[in-house]
């Protein structure tokens, strides 16, 4: 049986790759679309063989819960709407996949988290890097001492940000670069440690005369200490291009560039002085296809996911974290 999603908001992200991943699926189909944009659900329901009695807008959302095809949502709408349809989409008696970042605040996760268990479905935030095969053996290859033990990660995010759109319009994205772009270089620390940061230091850099950073924030870099001792440097910003990992062990390096690209990763290794490019042959899924498929496997089978809610509330701590050592100047402890 292939799980039915429902497609909520029919942005960049959800029409030009999530939808057309699909096809890529083994356990996963398109059933149902969600757009406040009628012109949107007649050319995708066309597209993509989405009857009229399967169209939903922002008013009717909640009549989902009367359509049994509907098995889960994927919201991929701005930042701070993630909670509010993630409860709505729980309470109508969906499991839930949510882009990230998971919501704006840890509130906001706490309480999609609390949604979600109660009404007995999966939350999964949409960590595609996790499904893709590169960063899966980026993660092998750290944890398991490839280079000797780990004492460095630097990570590195960034794009130049346009204006005129709702990415730097706080009440619409909850914050600047760290909330789009920074958050992967967070994310990547945690997953090739394994480990949770226990304090942060921050540094913001934003020009505010630039009108583009009116309510969010442009460059912000951050420390992370990590209770095995492994420091990380991360960059992220949305003035300047790059994206980019390396893990540093006592023996050499893992270098990932690009890290977490919707394409073309790269990865090369440096140890004890020899240089080696590392090329895998293609992936049998791709990482949206991976990502869509671990959560219908989970649903149809019981299974926990390895992304669930409470990854991007981690991620949230330390973002919130992150936040206030910027405006304070100061070391601040991550909440555990
Ligand atoms: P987008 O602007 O292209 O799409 C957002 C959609 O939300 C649009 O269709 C818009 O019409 C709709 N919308 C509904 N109510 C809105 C409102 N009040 N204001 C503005 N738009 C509204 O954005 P996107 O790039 O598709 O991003 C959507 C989500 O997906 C974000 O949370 C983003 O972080 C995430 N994303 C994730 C990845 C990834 O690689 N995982 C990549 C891009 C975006």
């Not at 980019?244 to 004890?272: L, N, W």
Request: aromatic share 8%; hydrophobic share 35%; net charge neutral.
């Amino acid at each position: 049986r292939k799980i039915g999603y429902a497609i909520v908001g029919l942005g960049s992200y959800a029409t030009r790759q999530i939808m057309p991943n699909f096809v890529g699926c083994e356990h996963s189909r398109i059933v149902a679309l969600v757009s406040g944009t009628p012109a949107k659900l007649e050319q995708y329901g066309a597209q993509y063989g989405v009857p009229k009695t399967h169209w939903y807008n922002y008013g009717n959302f909640d009549r989902i819960r009367d359509n049994p095809d509907i098995d889960a949502v994927y919201i991929i709408l701005p930042n701070s709407m993630h909670a509010e349809y993630t409860v709505r989409a729980a309470q109508a008696g969906k499991h839930v996949m949510c882009e990230k970042p998971m919501a704006i605040s840890v509130a906001e996760c706490e309480t999609m988290i609390a949604a979600c268990r109660k009404a007995g479905k999966k939350l999964m935030i949409g960590y595609r890097s996790r499904f893709e095969q590169y960063n899966r053996l980026a993660i092998e290859l750290a944890r398991g001492g490839h280079v000797g033990p780990t004492q460095i990660i630097t990570a590195e995010h960034g794009f130049y940000a346009r204006p005129n759109q709702w990415r730097l319009d706080r009440p619409l994205s909850g914050g600047g670069s760290l909330m789009d772009i920074g958050i992967y270089s967070l994310n990547a620390t945690r997953y090739l440690t394994g480990e949770e940061p226990v304090e942060v230091v921050a540094s913001e850099s934003t020009d505010k005369s630039d009108p583009r950073f009116a309510t969010v924030e442009d460059r912000i870099n951050f420390l992370l200490r990590f209770p095995s001792g492994v420091a990380a440097t991360c960059v992220s910003s949305y003035s300047s291009a790059h994206n980019s990992y390396r893990v540093i062990g006592t023996q050499g390096y893992i270098d990932m560039e690009p890290a977490t690209p919707y394409e073309g990763h790269s990865m090369r290794i440096r140890k004890d002085g020899q240089v080696t490019q590392r090329t895998l042959p293609p992936a049998a899924k791709t990482q949206w296809a991976g990502q869509l498929d671990h959560l219908s496997e989970a649903i149809l089978n019981g299974t926990d996911v390895i992304v669930p809610g409470e990854e991007g509330l981690a991620d949230m701590r330390v973002i919130e974290a992150i936040y206030r050592s910027a405006r304070e100047g100061r070391a601040v402890k991550v909440q555990a």
